[in-house]
């Protein structure tokens, strides 16, 4: 008998090829035969009508604090994925020397906008070196598996400690030094490296962050040291503000690590045709050879704008001042005063608010929530549209939405991917064959943003329900969302339904899949925050051949484990790639 056979699905096997209905055969954590299985099961699945996935790998989240305390990683986990990679935006907490964890929780807590106080209560710091980081992350046992990479801002403190911090230039010496522990890292098991170089991300005290213009002297002996380990990626995010050195740089470190990069690509309201320019100079350096990808968004980088998150539109008005730390329930009472409401919304801004002065007026991009999140909402359905049928001030409209469902609503704010008011540019920057399916940070701007729900997505919006404008082929956005991203970063035992292959699955009833609104939920150490969401459809998610969620529930399997370093692609399909070659 097989120890799990799945029955009768439509299995897209991510490869890209066309759907087939047939059976998957599951002993012990591998997959050992698809098609018609006479063998019965210990356990039987019966998947008819159902779509049989391997499970969602996401290369880019940030849960490298939950890794820690926590043995589920969702909402990744419980929204399909069975493989996470976390260290990424350069971000991280290893290595670290004693005196220097509260400099790399204000990191992590600036950029990510993950809770200082659960960070400091959930972390227990029992490591220095990155080695040691991931010996922790193994004690524990964790539903799905995670893989590790060396966060450029935790390794330049380390390093040159305040002068790090503080952006000063490294030495020979400490670049030297910053080549070893990133080749001691990738051996000892670390997928690559990530950094960041957008003034966007700063720490919690608005510092911009260690890596922010570091120089090319630096960057290059960090790419020696993955050529040193003979392996590992490298994550970049960039402002490309600069964009012949800073692209030029990017090509040239990946000659030297002899590695592939990936960078982050969006469109960005300020600078509306960037991602064009960068997806011209992406496209020639793949034709030159360089394994490079950009790794983008299906959807608007969206805020989530309320009462409970950590931004909404009444942030910078003086009297918010008056309430801003009450709870919640007093928070909506004061809210509800006519005086109040006057005065709060008759007031100008304080100037000390940039970031929120700029989306408080932006109402064509606000969009209230109904039953579900529309993330390609119609503009005419924006609370600028609204007030302008109504005639009233768009800020009257905004003020009612916060206070619905006792503060518990949320406004929609696609920050980023919608100039034009629609998915159109999304949609080519996934058919680029020189894109990656990322970008869902998941773990991360947990007051703001909710993205990890993004596979998900992929499938609801552009395989299924779009109406304005085309959609995509289930199988390729399956394969681009598992195989792809597997290969990516080196991870090549998964994302492929067939014998040899790891057994990561989803059984999901495709016209039942439904993503949920989210919502705020108070359960990271000490209480503190972070958005989550949810979804219906998902029948069954397994990993490594043992069911860890049914219909979004846990079971009490625990199999995943922290990845260390490149996986090979099993025999056969070894063999099978050696052939094509």
């Known amino acids: 008998m097989h120890d799990l056979v799945i029955r009768g699905g439509t299995i897209v096997d991510g490869t890209g090829s066309a759907p087939f209905v047939g059976d998957v055969a599951i002993d012990g954590d591998r997959i050992v035969a698809t098609g018609t299985i006479t063998t019965p099961g210990r356990r039987e699945i019966d998947a008819t009508g159902k779509l049989v996935t391997p499970g969602w790998v996401d290369i880019h989240t940030h849960y490298d604090g939950q890794v820690t305390w926590a043995s589920r990683l969702d909402p990744s986990s419980t929204l399909g994925a069975t493989t996470v990679v976390v260290g990424n935006c350069g971000v991280g907490f290893a290595p670290v020397r004693t005196g220097d964890e509260d400099t790399l929780i204000r990191l992590m807590e600036g950029v990510e906008d993950i809770p200082g106080a659960a960070l400091h209560e959930g972390l227990s710091w029992e490591w220095e070196t990155f080695a040691e980081y991931m ?51 990738i051996r000892a098991g670390a997928l690559g490296f990530s950094t960041t170089r957008t003034m966007v991300h700063r720490t919690a005290d608005g510092d911009l962050t260690p890596t922010v213009g570091a120089a090319r002297a630096e960057m290059e002996a960090i790419a020696r040291g993955l050529k040193d380990a003979g392996s590992g990626v490298i994550q970049w995010v960039s402002d490309f503000h600069h964009m012949e050195e800073e692209f030029g740089l990017i090509r040239d470190l990946t000659t030297i690590a002899g590695q592939p990069l990936s960078f982050s690509m969006v469109q960005a309201d300020v ?90 007026g932006a109402h064509r991009k606000m969009f209230p929530i109904g039953d579900r999140v529309e993330y390609e909402p119609d503009p005419s359905t924006s609370l600028a549209a609204e007030a302008e049928r109504r005639g009233v001030n768009p800020d009257e409209l905004v003020y009612d939405a916060l206070i619905a469902d006792e503060g518990r609503a949320f406004l929609f704010f696609p920050m980023h991917n919608y100039v034009e008011g629609n998915l159109d540019n999304v949609h080519a920057m996934i058919v680029n064959p020189n894109t990656l399916a990322g970008l869902s940070d998941g773990g991360a701007h947990v007051g703001a943003i909710c993205d990890v729900s993004l596979p998900t997505f992929m499938l609801t919006h552009w395989c299924r329900d779009r109406t304005r404008g085309p959609r995509l082929d289930l199988a390729e956005v399956v394969r681009q969302q598992t195989s792809e991203t597997a290969a990516a970063v080196g991870l090549h035992d998964r994302g492929v339904i067939a014998a040899g292959y790891l057994a990561d699955l989803n059984v999901i009833d495709f016209e039942r899949l439904e993503l949920g609104k989210p919502y705020m939920a108070y359960d990271l150490p000490t209480g503190a925050r972070r958005l989550m969401q949810d979804a219906d459809g998902y029948v069954a998610t397994i990993k490594s051949g043992q069911v860890i969620y049914t219909e979004g529930q846990p079971t009490d399997a625990l199999p995943g484990r922290l990845i260390r370093g490149r996986q090979p692609a099993p025999e056969p399909a070894r063999q099978e790639l050696q052939t094509a070659a």
């Open 271 to 360: 600078i509306p045709d960037q991602w064009r320019e960068l997806t011209r100079r992406l496209d020639d350096a793949v034709a030159d050879g360089l394994p490079i990808k950009a790794q983008v968004a299906g959807r608007p980088v969206g805020l989530m704008l309320g009462l409970q998150g950590s931004v909404h539109p009444f942030v910078s008005r003086p009297s918010w001042q008056e309430i801003a730390d009450l709870p919640l329930d007093e928070k909506v009472a004061a809210m509800r005063d006519p005086e109040f409401r006057a005065r709060l919304i008759a007031e100008m801004p304080l100037k000390d608010h940039p970031f929120v002065n700029s989306l408080a």
């Open 135 to 185: 010996a922790a992350i193994d004690r524990l046992p964790h539903d799905i598996d995670l893989a590790v990479q060396v966060p450029h801002g935790a390794l330049r403190v380390y390093v040159m400690g305040e002068r790090g911090a503080n952006r000063y230039p490294a030495t020979p010496a400490e670049n030297e030094e910053m080549r070893r522990l990133t080749a001691e890292a």
